[in-house]
């Protein structure tokens, strides 16, 4: 490019050099027609010198791109096969990372299943204890399940007596504010009247004394039913809020005429306290009912409160002892059986067997020499 620019310089330079000159004063001047020529041979020259250097500059320029072009496919080549190998290298190290990745997931998951397995293992290993210690606790168990049931028996029984004997004492406490009262009437031929009341002093109060006196009246109208050879009736009630129960006795009418009016009246109440049936009694008297004679009466009752009692427990620990202690020695010979016991009706039979074919076979063996020769 450089040597074409020149080129090109030199043409204009030489055109308007050949057709006009300068004076000495600087003006240009025209030249004559030799020098015409002579500058136009000149010019010719100096052109065939610039197209030659232009044409070795386009061969240097020619082979210099022959160069390039040549080395650049090189240059591409080995950068390509750098990145190739790269590649490869970044591959294989994925490739060992994916390896790696894989065995640690792989010994992952066998440490995994062997956690597992052990798990299991245990678990099986529990699973076998608790079934043989349910067995045993079981084996036990079922042996000792009558004692058992009999202690539990005799269990509840103590512990009913116990709330036999404690109980009547609770129930009296609870009920000291609100003490049971037990009304008294008596009937001798003219209907139930009233004759008394009876409150026990105290919850454990168990008797007490009622004293009465007679009027006129009454004493001669319990005269008549002893001449008439009647029934003195007594009546108790015992009321408590909602409840009330009531309860009837009698008596020979001359009995207690007899007896000088002292009587004994026993109330049976429950553990409540409410009256469930009373006995009244006469204290046995000399004078018979032809000599009965008409007096001032004053009753003497004695009155007694009978409560509930539980009846004595039979001791059977040391029967419930021994049950257990003969129900283990029973069982134990059978847990510790050994072989020989268990299966001796099998093993007696199997050894008489093998005998028998013992002594046979010499037998056989002997009969069959001595019957060889008489073959022959």
């Not at 004595?312 to 202690?325: G, N």
Request: hydrophobic fraction near 35%.
């Amino acid at each position: 490019m450089l040597a074409l620019v020149t080129v090109g310089f030199l043409r204009v330079y030489l055109a308007l050099g050949f057709t006009h000159q300068t004076n000495s004063r600087g003006h240009f001047v025209h030249v004559g027609a030799q020098d015409t020529e002579a500058l136009l041979k000149l010019q010719q020259e100096l052109l065939d010198k610039a197209q030659a250097a232009v044409e070795a500059q386009q061969a240097q320029d020619g082979l210099s791109d022959l160069s390039t072009t040549a080395s650049t496919p090189q240059f591409t080549t080995r950068e390509r096969e750098r990145e190739n190998l790269r590649a490869r290298k970044s591959k294989d190290t994925k490739e060992k990372y994916n390896d790696h990745r894989e065995r640690e997931e792989l010994v992952e998951r066998e440490r995994e299943r062997e956690r597992e397995e052990r798990e299991r293992e245990r678990e099986r290993e529990r699973e076998r204890e608790r079934e043989k210690h349910t067995h045993t606790f079981t084996h036990t168990h079922t042996h000792i399940e009558m004692a058992a049931t009999s202690m539990m028996a005799a269990s509840v029984v103590v512990l009913g007596l116990l709330l036999g004997l404690v109980a009547p004492g609770w129930g009296a406490d609870v009920a000291e504010s609100e003490m049971m009262t037990y009304t008294v009437e008596h009937d001798y031929g003219q209907g139930f009247h009233l004759r008394g009341t009876v409150k026990p002093k105290s919850s454990t109060s168990m008797h007490g004394v009622m004293d009465q006196d007679l009027g006129e009246s009454d004493a001669q109208s319990l005269y008549d039913l002893a001449q008439a050879n009647g029934l003195y009736r007594v009546r108790v009630t015992s009321e408590r809020g909602e409840h009330k129960s009531m309860a009837e006795g009698f008596v020979p009418a001359a009995a207690l005429y007899q007896s000088g009016f002292q009587d004994t009246l026993r109330l049976y109440v429950n553990r409540e306290g409410f009256v469930q049936s009373i006995a009244l009694t006469a204290r046995g008297g000399q004078e018979g009912q032809d000599t009965l004679r008409k007096k001032k009466q004053v009753f003497k009752t004695s009155v007694l409160l009978t409560r509930p009692t539980t009846g004595s427990v039979p001791d059977t620990e040391p029967f419930v002892r021994e049950q257990t202690r003969r129900l283990t020695k029973e069982e134990r010979p059978e847990e510790q059986q050994g072989f020989f016991s268990k299966y001796w009706m099998y093993i007696v039979p199997a050894m008489l067997v093998f005998q028998l074919l013992t002594f046979k076979m010499p037998e056989d063996k002997n009969g069959g020499a001595a019957a060889a020769p008489a073959r022959r």
